[in-house]
């Protein structure tokens, strides 16, 4: 029995170093929040692939095979999904399960957590703003997957928590945030182009960054922001400052990773990932 469990271990830990790359394995957590990598078929040219109607990011994996890099919203049941090729094959993937644990967060303004109808219609316009900056795809490739912190500081509040405000369940966490006081400064953990800026009622101060293929930053409750629609980002270039504001109980980096239209665990793009 002993030595059948050793063989076995041995076959499951020495398959998948064989037979994936660097990105498979630092990106690939199939669960709610998370990504799924998928093997692509062999051809030429980059196959185009889409997921709940949405393109994803295609790449070449150490020089050789395709694989889709695909974002797996919060809201997906663990079980069989589908990526559907442009020839209209189609190619499952398994979502497993993670548990997400609650957060109760007290708020001194009662409008950010039962706004009154007077705002709601605001609240509606921004989200489509911002719906749309997501579902943004252009062609240019990622300049790097593995993303820099976009500040220093501890990480204080991790993504898919579900929040309760003052007793009310919310929308869970988007994204990832990071402990910084006011005025530090917040750098591209790519290269990218801004593509949406606001202030927004619960996002506070926030710039959209697109990386390429779907894949989007949003950057939160900044007390400036310092870059404006249409400009190119170096990797690590400064485009804000940490701030409070929008639905923020003190200064912090709210950031958010998203893939095609889906938010995802930004822990898991600075191998900071923890299931
Ligand atoms: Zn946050």
């Given at each position: 029995?002993?030595?059948?469990?050793?063989?076995?271990?041995?076959?499951?830990?020495?398959?998948?170093?064989?037979?994936?790359?660097?990105?498979?394995?630092?990106?690939?957590?199939?669960?709610?929040?998370?990504?799924?990598?998928?093997?692509?078929?062999?051809?030429?040219?980059?196959?185009?692939?889409?997921?709940?109607?949405?393109?994803?990011?295609?790449?070449?994996?150490?020089?050789?095979?395709?694989?889709?890099?695909?974002?797996?919203?919060?809201?997906?049941?663990?079980?069989?999904?589908?990526?559907?090729?442009?020839?209209?094959?189609?190619?499952?993937?398994?979502?497993?399960?993670?548990?997400?644990?609650?957060?109760?967060?007290?708020?001194?303004n009662?409008?950010h957590?039962?706004?009154?109808?007077?705002?709601?219609?605001?609240?509606?316009?921004?989200?489509?703003?911002?719906?749309?900056?997501?579902?943004?795809?252009?062609?240019?490739?990622?300049?790097?997957?593995?993303?820099?912190?976009?500040?220093?500081?501890?990480?204080?509040?991790?993504?898919?928590?579900?929040?309760?405000?003052?007793?009310?369940?919310?929308?869970?966490?988007?994204?990832?945030?990071?402990?910084?006081?006011s005025?530090?400064?917040?750098?591209?953990?790519?290269?990218?182009?801004?593509?949406?800026t606001g202030d927004y009622f619960f996002n506070g101060k926030t710039v959209?960054?697109?990386?390429?293929?779907?894949?989007?930053?949003?950057f939160c409750h900044l007390s400036s922001i310092?870059?404006?629609?249409?400009?190119?980002?170096?990797?690590?270039?400064?485009?804000g400052k940490v701030g409070a504001t929008g639905r923020a109980t003190g200064p912090h980096l709210h950031?958010?990773?998203?893939?095609?239209?889906?938010?995802?665990?930004?822990?898991?793009?600075?191998?900071?990932?923890?299931?």
């Open positions: 029995m002993k030595s059948f469990l050793a063989l076995l271990i041995m076959a499951c830990l020495s398959l998948p170093a064989h037979a994936e790359g660097f990105i498979t394995r630092l990106l690939n957590k199939p669960v709610p929040g998370g990504v799924a990598v998928v093997k692509l078929p062999e051809q030429d040219s980059a196959p185009r692939v889409r997921y709940q109607d949405q393109s994803v990011l295609v790449i070449r994996e150490d020089g050789q095979r395709w694989i889709a890099i695909t974002g797996i919203p919060l809201t997906v049941k663990p079980g069989t999904e589908q990526l559907e090729l442009d020839n209209g094959q189609k190619l499952d993937f398994q979502v497993g399960s993670r548990e997400y644990p609650a957060q109760r967060i007290t708020l001194k009662q409008q957590v039962t706004p009154d109808p007077a705002h709601l219609k605001r609240i509606q316009r921004e989200l489509d703003e911002q719906i749309a900056a997501y579902k943004t795809f252009s062609p240019r490739q990622p300049s790097n997957l593995m993303l820099d912190r976009p500040v220093d500081g501890r990480l204080s509040s991790a993504f898919g928590l579900r929040r309760i405000f003052n007793g009310e369940e919310r929308n869970p966490h988007s994204g990832l945030d990071f402990a910084a006081p005025g530090t400064p917040i750098k591209s953990p790519a290269e990218g182009k801004v593509i949406l959209f960054v697109d990386h390429g293929q779907g894949l989007i930053s949003m310092g870059v404006k629609v249409g400009d190119e980002l170096d990797r690590g270039e400064v485009l950031w958010n990773v998203s893939l095609n239209n889906a938010r995802v665990d930004p822990a898991i793009f600075i191998g900071a990932y923890m299931h």
